[in-house]
């Protein structure tokens, strides 16, 4: 790399480092490049650090090349031909002259280091996880060459610099996954980073090396991960993870239309929210950045205006709940019987024969009276857990002192996280009483004494209608009610203007929040996702009208994540008002 004029006048703040995240989706293509190359050339201060995914989709295209070696398919050299044309196409699109040849001729090199590695797989049959992590790699490599090289080009007074995280960040394995060596990669950092560099430097995210000096990765989702570290290296004011998403939401808005940006949470809320299912932020993200108060911004790369979500050492006190979260694909493992009630070291042994077999618990359930012990574990481990269990308890279970260890599959871990649960009274009532008001039956209750997190187990097939249950009762007003309008003729028709009309005032004065969510004539409906367009319904009834069905308007309508519902007949039909 190269260093740019120094910046030594500079004052303290203007010399700070921000380092800024781009994931697959957000380099995708030529003109995902050239967003975010725009985005980071707009950006203010002196010293910027961009650390960059793979292409989308180019990191599972090379881990199948090693697949396909290790079967002997062939097929791996026309798969690697592909990505070649790919990132060459790319290439094209926002280079000429020396600086593609130089891009491309880089690629070249790399792809014939890739034949080498396939050709050794494909002879021994077997592709060790080393061999993975080194093809793996290289799309991080191309997208910080492309990217630094389309910047070079676009702002020469800062771009076209780049730095390979291999020759950075050493890492030692452990059960827990890579663990930074942060003494020996931050005098590797001061050595790659010149002090007085000012300018944009490109980072390749996921890839690391290891003690021996030999190329590894971070894991699935490792580029937030070496954001994170270049962030504490370069003891940076703040990090930037973009997406394709405005921020972390409230809930996963394909299965809540409801949800909303959370504005700002604490480290803890991000942590517990990323654990249980929000996909946003990897949980092993923010560890470098905790300890060093670093504070993270999510945001959009296609919305570069919208201010996304804040994570930092303080958060906003003024919404107790910060998010309802799900995991699915759980199953319970129940350990039941009298045999264990104040025998020490049952559950030593329930736990310590699930770490040898491998089985990671996600929650875990127990009543004081000791009688059972209930845990939530992947479904694709139920089983392996159900034998080691039953094994360990054999001689209990012959002798009737434990009754049973049980399974029950297909189940959701729902939870509602914030760190202003802790000590407000009311928040686990209201949690099961929307629940309870839903019809979504409760199969196991877990709440740390941190009181930051209250989880429940449901039936898979309930748990997008708990979440969105839970979220009604902690986000929305008790004054939002879900409209359903039979009849758009002239009563009707007048209704949906003054509707349209009064609406402002409406919310304003009086918190109420009317949606309109569905318009049926005799024998078409238009049905909104979140509310219908008062203002163009008539063209949107046009072109998205469905045949009329009453009974899905009325479950339409009468939606189990809204809190009210009407249904408002403008009809003279006997049949409507009867029904």
């Given at each position: 790399m190269h260093a740019f004029r120094s910046g030594q006048s500079r004052t303290l703040a203007e010399n700070s480092w921000k380092i800024h995240k781009f994931g697959g989706s957000s380099l995708a293509d030529a003109a995902c490049f050239r967003r975010v190359a725009g985005i980071v050339t707009d950006m203010p201060g002196n010293r910027l650090g961009v650390v960059v995914s793979a292409m989308g989709g180019?990191?599972?295209?090379?881990?199948?090349?090693?697949?396909?070696?290790?079967?002997?398919?062939?097929?791996?050299e026309a798969g690697l031909v592909a990505i070649g044309d790919r990132y060459a196409a790319t290439a094209r699109d926002l280079l000429t002259g020396a600086d593609l040849v130089s891009v491309l001729d880089a690629w070249s090199a790399d792809a014939e280091d890739i034949r080498d590695v396939l050709k050794a797989i494909a002879l021994v049959k077997s592709a060790p996880q080393r061999s993975r992590d080194v093809v793996a790699g290289y799309g991080e490599l191309w997208s910080a060459r492309l990217l630094a090289a389309r910047l070079a080009r676009q702002a020469p007074d800062k771009g076209g610099t780049w730095v390979d995280a291999r020759r950075v960040v050493t890492v030692r394995e452990t059960e827990l996954g890579p663990s930074v060596?942060?003494?020996a990669?931050?005098?590797?950092?001061?050595v790659e980073v010149p002090a007085d560099f000012e300018g944009i430097a490109v980072i390749t995210g996921f890839v690391a090396t290891d003690e021996e000096g030999l190329p590894t990765t971070l894991g699935r989702n490792g580029s937030d991960f070496s954001a994170a570290i270049f962030a504490a290296l370069s003891n940076a004011d703040e990090l930037s993870i973009w997406t394709d998403v405005d921020g972390?939401?409230?809930?996963?808005?394909?299965?809540?239309?409801?949800?909303?940006?959370?504005?700002?949470?604490?480290?803890?809320?991000?942590?517990?929210?990323?654990?249980f299912g929000a996909k946003v932020i990897h949980?092993?993200?923010?560890?470098?950045?905790v300890d060093r108060g670093v504070p993270v911004r999510i945001r959009n790369s296609h919305k570069p205006s919208a201010p996304g979500s804040r994570i930092g050492p303080d958060?906003?006190?003024?919404?107790?709940?910060?998010?309802?979260?799900?995991?699915?694909?759980?199953?319970?493992?129940?350990?039941?019987?009298?045999?264990?009630i104040g025998v020490p070291?049952?559950?030593?042994?329930?736990?310590?024969?699930?770490?040898?077999?491998?089985?990671?618990?996600?929650?875990?359930?127990?009543?004081?009276?000791?009688?059972?012990?209930?845990?939530?574990?992947?479904?694709d481990l139920a089983e392996r857990a159900r034998t080691v269990v039953t094994d360990a308890f054999a001689d209990e279970l012959e002798s009737g002192q434990i009754q049973s260890v049980d399974v029950t599959d297909d189940q959701s871990v729902v939870a509602v996280v914030g760190d202003g649960m802790a000590g407000t009274p009311g928040i686990a009532a209201r949690f099961f009483g929307t629940l309870g008001r839903a019809g979504i039956n409760v199969r196991a209750i877990a709440q740390g004494s941190s009181e930051r997190n209250i989880s429940a187990v449901v039936d898979a097939g309930e748990a997008t209608k708990a979440l969105r249950a839970a979220h009604s009762g902690f986000y929305l007003s008790h004054k939002t009610i879900s409209i359903g309008v039979i009849g758009p003729g002239t009563v009707g028709a007048t209704l949906l203007s003054q509707l349209q009309r009064q609406y402002g005032q409406l919310a304003e004065q009086f918190n109420l929040d009317l949606r309109v969510r569905a318009i049926a004539r005799s024998r078409s409906?238009?049905?909104?996702?979140r509310a219908i367009d008062l203002t163009s319904w008539r063209e949107d009834f046009a072109g998205d009208a469905v045949d009329t069905d009453l009974d899905a308007f009325e479950a339409h309508v009468d939606a189990d994540h809204l809190p009210h519902a009407v249904i408002i007949d403008c009809t003279a039909s006997e049949r409507i008002a009867s029904k």
């Open positions: 180019m990191t599972d295209a090379l881990i199948r090349l090693a697949i396909l070696a290790e079967r002997g398919d062939e097929s791996y060596l942060w003494e990669s931050q005098a590797k950092f001061d972390v939401m409230s809930a996963d808005p394909n299965r809540v239309p409801e949800a909303q940006v959370i504005d700002r949470l604490t480290y803890s809320e991000a942590m517990e929210r990323a654990y949980p092993q993200t923010l560890g470098p950045v958060g906003e006190l003024v919404d107790n709940i910060k998010g309802i979260t799900a995991i699915g694909g759980m199953a319970l493992v129940n350990l039941e019987g009298a045999g264990m070291g049952t559950a030593d042994r329930l736990f310590r024969a699930l770490r040898d077999a491998g089985v990671s618990v996600t929650l875990i359930s127990q009543a004081s009276s000791e009688h059972s012990i209930c845990i939530a574990v992947p479904r409906m238009l049905l909104g996702d």
